[in-house]
């Protein structure tokens, strides 16, 4: 069976409801990314990080998984598909997909502050400052801040060598190290790229779909299982 590995962004659960960041409405235009997601914001304005996170996490309780993220769970009938995403919330879990990395974090999970193996699935959408781990420190978001390292990249790296076909959807490529795992995919593999502002990242087998998700993943999976 062939190997397909998949990064995805926040383009991909923008039509279930998740603001993208860099987009004329995205996240990053409202909120400074050092006020809301860095250690340092962490240290000297919890309240204010905490806030954000749980905005973000009462949405995606009750966002749905759109036609993008399951069209990829279809694709599992014919390829590995491996999904390697920059996002924090769970559409592709619950859409049905088998094998998801998450390189930023899960924002239904939460952590000790003094432990980083203590982590624990939040089943309501509000943390607040006093919530405690068991050793009794407080618990914070489950996710990568700005500054601090990923720790899944490596796991990420060796599944992009392993790809025998390569998609992006829905991000900017520009965050690294993301944005960085083209660079591990063998030459010969073909690329697609689904997005409706993609542009061209790479000079090998890159096709473009300038679609939004909802469209472009649905027609890329038909072409890959029937083509
Ligand atoms: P960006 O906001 O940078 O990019 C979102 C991409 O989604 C853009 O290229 C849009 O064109 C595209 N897009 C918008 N609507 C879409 C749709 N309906 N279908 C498909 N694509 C659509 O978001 P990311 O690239 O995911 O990190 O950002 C990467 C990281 O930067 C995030 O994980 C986050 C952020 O800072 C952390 O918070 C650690």
């Not at 679609?211 to 299982?225: D, R």
Request: proline residues 4%; charged residues 20%; hydrophobic residues 40%.
């Amino acid at each position: 069976m062939e190997t397909v590995v998949v990064l995805t962004g926040a383009g991909i659960s923008a039509e279930s409801g998740c603001n993208t960041f860099r987009d004329n409405n995205g996240l990053w235009r409202k909120h400074r990314v050092e006020e809301v997601a860095s250690p340092y914001a962490w240290q000297h304005t919890p309240q204010l990080v905490m806030d954000f996170y749980n905005e973000r996490r009462k949405k995606l309780f009750t966002a749905q998984p759109n036609a993008g993220h399951k069209a990829l769970v279809k694709l599992e009938s014919k390829y590995h598909v491996i999904i390697i995403t920059q996002n924090v919330d769970d559409l592709h879990e619950r859409a049905g997909s088998s094998h998801v990395l998450h390189l930023h974090g899960e924002l239904k999970k939460v952590r000790s502050t003094i432990d980083p193996t203590l982590v624990y699935e939040l089943d309501k959408w509000e943390l607040k400052l006093g919530d405690l781990c068991e050793k009794g420190s407080q618990l914070r978001p489950h996710i990568v801040w700005f500054g601090e390292a990923v720790p899944m990249i490596e796991q990420a790296i060796e599944m992009a060598k392993k790809a025998d076909h390569f998609i992006i959807i829905g991000t900017s490529m520009a965050v690294y190290p993301a944005a960085s795992l083209i660079n591990y995919i063998k030459r010969s593999v073909p690329m697609y790229y689904v997005d409706p502002n993609a542009t061209s990242i790479s000079d090998s087998n890159l096709q473009i779909i300038k679609e939004k998700a909802g469209v472009g993943v649905p027609l890329l999976v038909e072409l890959l299982l029937n083509g």
